[in-house]
């Protein structure tokens, strides 16, 4: 008969918990990509505005999203509730904020869209607007789904450091 190991359930939760903040992290990133390339390869004329339009104005400032991502996989490996903390706040400033100023900065330009059906900016061939809210709708959920694990995994935390203290 094998021995297996058992983990206690908190730290059964802990590194579930992780696991599934390591996974959004890396589809955050990808929509990080995403937008980057599209911004930089815009500015630096890499290919025609026919093809690739210039980014809304919602797009530089979520470019900054970047430091939530950066806080939240510097908390995981040593528990390090100061960094999550900076993640989950600045998850809003840059990540949830911009995404709220792109989909009523762009409202008009869909509305335009689906009254007349008339776009004016593509991105290779598909309607930028159109493009811009898939971005807007995955990144959200995505940053939903984040905050709500980082949330879970702070109550965590703070409940193991009471038992200590309590000890």
């Known amino acids: 008969m094998k021995n297996k190991l058992r983990m206690a359930p908190q730290y059964q939760m802990n590194a579930s918990l992780k696991s599934e903040i390591r996974k959004l992290n890396v589809v955050h990133f990808l929509i990080w ?11 630096f004329n890499i290919v025609s505005q026919d093809t690739v339009s210039m980014p809304y104005q919602w797009e530089y400032p979520y470019l900054l999203s970047i430091f939530p991502l950066l806080f ?15 993640s989950m706040i600045s ?15 762009m409202f008009p330009v869909a509305k ?26 995955v ?5 939903g789904w984040q905050l709500y694990y980082m949330k879970k995994l702070l109550d965590s935390w703070f409940d193991a450091t009471q038992e200590k203290k309590n000890k």
Not at 91 to 105: K, N, T
Not at 139 to 143: D, F, I
């Open 91 to 105: 998850a809003g400033l840059f990540s949830f904020a911009p995404l709220i100023y792109g989909s009523m900065e």
């Open 139 to 143: 990144a959200a959920q995505v940053h």
């Open 112 to 137: 335009q869209l689906f009254r007349q059906g008339k776009a004016f900016r593509f991105i290779f061939g598909c309607s930028a607007v159109t493009a811009a809210y898939i971005v807007i709708v």
């Open 33 to 43: 990509l995403l937008v980057a390339a599209q911004v930089t390869v815009s500015h």
């Open 72 to 86: 939240s996989s510097l908390s995981l490996p040593k528990n390090n509730i100061s960094y999550l903390v900076l």
